[in-house]
């Protein structure tokens, strides 16, 4: 059974930096590719970026390049998201995900078979 349990969120002041960690379990993970999303109220889930097991390859989505930084730990078996100048707008649940054997970067959020819980980020102004 996969797990994916998120960690790092909290609150933060605009301008701040926070690191979010995804740990995951139960399976062996290197034909799988992970994804970050996340929903701030009343809005769908928004998609983030992703990291690949296998190579490590990253995709972002375009509103995320340059100061969110998804990277992965393969001996911790942890994908982590760094978000540097946080701004309000960045206030929202943030989710890790996974599929295995997922050809192409997974923009949706049906595309992927495990959640985590979630963790919060609030971005005061």
């Known amino acids: 059974q996969v797990q994916l349990v998120e960690s790092g969120g909290g609150l933060v002041q605009a301008g701040g930096s926070l690191r979010l960690s995804c740990a995951a379990s139960?399976?062996?993970?290197?034909?799988?590719?992970m994804a970050w999303f996340r929903q701030a109220p009343g809005k769908e889930r928004e998609f983030v970026g992703t990291?690949?097991?296998?190579?490590?390859?990253?995709d972002y989505a375009d509103s995320q390049k340059g100061r969110f930084t998804i990277s992965r730990d393969n001996a911790k078996n942890t994908v982590y998201l760094q978000m540097n100048s946080l701004k309000p707008e960045d206030t929202a649940v943030y989710y890790c995900?996974?599929?295995?054997?997922?050809?192409?970067?997974?923009?949706?959020?049906?595309?992927?078979?495990?959640w985590g819980q979630g963790t919060q980020v609030t971005v005061s102004s």
């Open positions: 139960g399976h062996t993970f290197s034909s799988y590719i």
């Open positions: 990291v690949r097991w296998s190579d490590g390859r990253v």
């Open positions: 995900a996974a599929a295995r054997g997922m050809v192409g970067t997974g923009t949706l959020p049906w595309q992927y078979d495990y």
